[in-house]
C-alpha cells in the first residue's frame, strides 16, 4: 500500500539524499567547486564521476551536506542541480592533499582542478577503482613545520639523505623522496635502498596500469614505515604516516609546468608538507638563488652547514675560440685543437669522452644572407631548427612540431643563399665522423631518441665502447649516473642570449655538472671567454657566484626582490592591443611593461604579453 503523504515519500526521501560539492579534475575548468545530489557515500576526499556540459569528468568531494536541511537554497538555485553518475572510489586522496592544490592554484591564479590534473596521474584516475585508499590512521604531529636545505656535492648530499631517512623510518614516519625525472628516481633507488630493501618503493608514470596498482597497493598495505621515490606527481600516495618530504636537485626546470596551470611542483610540496606537518628539506650541489636566499633570511634552516666550494680532480682548461685580431678572413670551426686532441686521447687510452652541446639539429638558425630574413615556420611563424634526417635534411619547429623539406628559397627574396648559424649536436657528430671515422660516436638529445629505453640503451652501450664519445644535450645528464674520463664543452654560447634572468644559473650547472663528470679532464670552448660565470663554474667557485646574481637581481628588482606576474594574451591583432592597453590602465601603479610573444603570431593570432612586477621586501 502507497504511503498516503507524498509530501512526507519525499522528505524521506530527500534525508538520504546529500548535496554535495565536487572540483573536478580538469585543466580547462575556471569554476572552483561544482555542486551535485547523490545517494551514494560521497564522503570527502572520494572520488566521483559527474556529469559536466555533455561529457563525465572525474571529481574529488571537497564538501557535503543533507539534502533536506539545504532544501530552501537547493530551491532558490539559479541553476539545476544533476546527479552523480558514479562513486568511484570511498575517501580516495586526503584533504590535505587537495589543501595544498587549492593553495597552489592560488598562487599561480589558476583553478584547484587544473592543479590537480596536474599532480594526479591520469593512469591513477584509469585505474582508480583498482587502487586502495590508506589503509591506517594518521601519525598525529605537532605544529612544528621545519624547512631544510642541503647544498653539497652528491656523495656527501646523500650520505645526510641516508641519515636523515632512517632517522624519520626509526621514528615510525615514511619518507617521500621527490625527483625531477624517473631517471633520477632509479639512481635514488640503488643509492638510497641499501639495507632497507624491503620498504623502498619507486613508482613512477612509465610503469604499466597493472605495475602501477601492484605497487600502489603494496604501499597502502605496507604496516612498516617506508621510503617512497618518485616524482611530484606521486604525492598522492596512500601513506598518512608520511613525516619528511625530500625534494632533490632543487633547482631543476623539469619542476615547473611549461602548460597550463603553469605551476610548479617545488611549491605545491611545500604547500603539502605543510598541510602534513611535516619537515620538508631542499636540496643540491647549487640551490637556486632564491632559496639561499631564503636561508640567509632565516626562512629555511640549514641541514650542514652549505658547501659553496666544490672540488674536481679533473685538469680544466678554458679554450677562447676567438680568432686573433688582425687577421684576414676568418674560417669558423666547430671544434678547436684542444678538443680534437682530447677525443685522439680518448681513441688512444681506451676512455670515454662526453661532448656536451646546447641545441639539438644542425643549426639552431637559419638565415637568408642576401637580405637577413630568418627562416620561420610555416604554421606558427617560430624559428626553425635545421636537422638531418637520412638523405634529406628538414626544417622543424620546435614550438609546434611541423616539419618541412630544406630545400627552399627565402620566402622574402626568392635567394637561394640560406646560411645556417649556430652548433647543434648533429652539426658536431657529423665534424667528428668526417674527422675520426674509425671512432664509435653516440648521440643523445631528444631529436634522436623517443623513448627512456632507447636512452638507456644508448648511454649502456657508450660506457661500455673504450674509446667512444657521446655527444648529447641536457637530456643526456639523466642517464650518465657513472664518472667519464673525459668531457668536453663545444657549444654552450647561445644559452647567454636567452632573456630569462635565470639563464646565468643554468650555464653555472651545466658546467659543474660536467666538471664532476670528468675524471681526467674537462675542455671548456667558448667565444665568450670573460663571462665570470664560466671562470667560477670551472673552479667550482659557488659563493662567488651567488654574490653576483644575488647583487644584480637586487639591482634590476628581479625574484627574490620581487614576485613576477605575466599575463597573456591571444587573439586578433586589434583586440590584443585593446586589452593590453587595458591592463596598463588598470595596472599603471605597477608600470607593466608590454611587448610581443617570442612567437608573436600563431596561426594568423598575435600574442602579445603583459609583465607585472610587484616589489618584495624580506619581514
Not at 533536506?68 to 530551491?75: G, I, N, Q
Not at 623502498?200 to 608514470?205: A, G, Q, Y
Not at 602534513?276 to 632559496?291: N, P, S, Y
Not at 607593466?592 to 604579453?609: C, D, E, Q, R, Y
Request: proline share 4%; charged share 25%.
Amino acid at each position: 500500500m502507497g504511503n498516503d503523504d507524498p509530501q512526507k515519500e519525499t522528505e524521506s526521501a530527500n534525508d538520504q539524499l546529500s548535496i554535495i560539492e565536487v572540483v573536478p579534475i580538469s585543466r580547462g575548468m575556471q569554476r572552483e567547486t561544482l555542486s551535485y545530489f547523490t545517494a551514494l557515500s560521497a564522503e570527502i576526499g572520494s572520488v566521483v564521476s559527474v556529469p559536466l556540459r555533455s561529457r563525465a569528468v572525474q571529481a574529488i568531494v571537497v564538501s557535503k551536506g543533507n539534502a533536506s536541511d539545504m532544501k530552501s537554497s537547493v530551491k532558490n538555485a539559479t541553476f539545476e542541480m544533476r546527479k552523480v553518475s558514479a562513486l568511484n572510489a570511498i575517501s580516495f586522496f586526503r584533504e590535505e592533499f587537495i589543501e595544498a592544490a587549492r593553495l597552489t592554484g592560488e598562487y599561480f591564479a589558476s583553478s584547484t582542478g587544473a592543479v590537480l590534473d596536474h599532480v594526479i596521474p591520469q593512469k591513477i584516475l584509469d585505474s582508480i577503482e583498482e587502487l586502495h585508499a590508506h589503509t591506517f590512521p594518521a601519525v598525529v604531529r605537532g605544529n612544528t613545520r621545519e624547512k631544510y636545505v642541503i647544498q653539497s656535492d652528491d656523495e656527501e648530499r646523500y650520505s645526510n639523505y641516508k641519515s636523515l631517512i632512517r632517522e624519520e623510518l626509526a621514528k615510525k614516519s615514511s619518507v617521500f623522496f621527490c625527483v625531477p625525472t624517473i631517471e633520477d628516481g632509479r639512481r635514488a633507488h640503488r643509492d638510497l635502498s641499501k639495507g632497507i630493501e624491503n620498504f623502498t618503493f619507486v613508482i613512477n608514470s612509465e610503469m604499466t596500469k597493472r605495475e602501477l596498482a601492484e605497487v600502489w597497493n603494496h604501499i597502502a598495505e605496507e604496516k612498516h614505515p617506508v621510503l617512497l621515490i618518485g616524482t611530484g606527481s606521486f604525492l598522492c600516495l596512500p601513506r598518512l604516516d608520511i613525516g619528511c618530504v625530500i625534494l632533490e636537485k632543487e633547482h631543476s626546470r623539469v619542476y615547473k609546468s611549461h602548460a597550463r596551470p603553469f605551476s610548479d611542483t617545488r611549491i605545491f610540496a611545500e604547500f603539502f608538507a605543510e598541510k602534513i606537518k611535516a619537515k620538508i628539506v631542499f636540496g643540491d650541489i647549487l640551490l637556486r638563488t632564491e632559496t639561499i636566499w631564503r636561508q640567509r633570511s632565516l626562512d629555511l634552516i640549514e641541514f650542514a652547514p652549505l658547501k659553496f666550494r666544490s672540488v674536481s680532480t679533473a685538469e680544466q682548461q678554458l679554450i677562447d675560440m676567438r680568432s686573433p685580431r688582425g687577421i684576414g678572413k676568418k674560417e669558423f670551426k666547430i671544434m678547436g685543437d684542444h678538443i680534437n686532441s682530447l677525443i685522439c686521447e680518448t681513441k688512444e687510452n681506451n676512455e670515454n669522452l662526453f661532448i656536451y652541446g646546447a641545441r639539438k639539429g644542425l643549426a639552431p638558425t637559419t638565415v637568408c644572407e642576401d637580405c637577413g630574413q630568418l627562416v620561420l615556420c610555416g604554421n606558427c611563424s617560430a624559428p626553425v631548427i635545421l636537422v638531418s634526417s637520412g638523405q634529406e635534411n628538414l626544417f622543424i619547429c620546435n614550438q609546434c612540431g611541423a616539419k618541412r623539406s630544406a630545400k627552399e628559397t627565402c620566402k622574402n627574396c626568392t635567394s637561394w643563399n640560406l646560411k645556417p648559424l649556430g652548433i647543434g649536436v648533429d652539426r658536431i657528430e657529423v665534424e667528428i665522423k668526417n674527422s675520426f671515422p674509425d671512432i664509435d660516436v653516440f648521440k643523445l638529445d631528444r631529436g634522436n631518441v623517443s623513448t627512456h629505453r632507447k636512452a638507456q640503451d644508448i648511454a649502456k652501450k657508450f660506457y661500455a665502447t673504450p674509446g667512444s664519445v657521446l655527444i648529447g644535450t641536457d637530456m643526456a645528464f639523466n642517464y650518465l649516473d657513472n664518472k667519464i674520463e673525459n668531457t668536453a664543452v663545444v657549444s654552450i654560447d647561445a644559452l647567454f642570449s636567452i632573456s630569462d634572468f635565470r639563464i646565468h644559473e643554468k650555464i653555472f650547472h651545466t658546467v659543474l655538472a660536467l666538471r664532476n663528470l670528468a675524471q681526467k679532464k674537462f675542455v671548456l670552448q667558448t667565444r665568450n671567454p670573460e663571462e665570470k660565470v664560466l671562470h667560477y663554474s670551472l673552479r667550482g667557485n659557488l659563493i662567488d657566484f651567488y654574490k653576483d646574481e644575488i647583487e644584480e637581481r637586487k639591482r634590476f628588482g628581479y625574484p627574490p626582490f620581487s614576485v613576477l606576474i605575466k599575463i597573456s594574451r591571444e587573439g586578433d591583432k586589434q583586440t590584443v592591443i585593446r586589452d593590453m592597453d587595458l591592463i596598463k590602465e588598470v595596472f599603471a601603479n605597477f608600470e607593466p611593461f608590454i611587448f610581443p610573444a617570442l612567437i608573436s603570431t600563431v596561426k594568423g593570432k598575435s600574442i602579445m604579453n603583459a609583465l607585472i612586477k610587484i616589489p618584495f621586501f624580506p619581514p
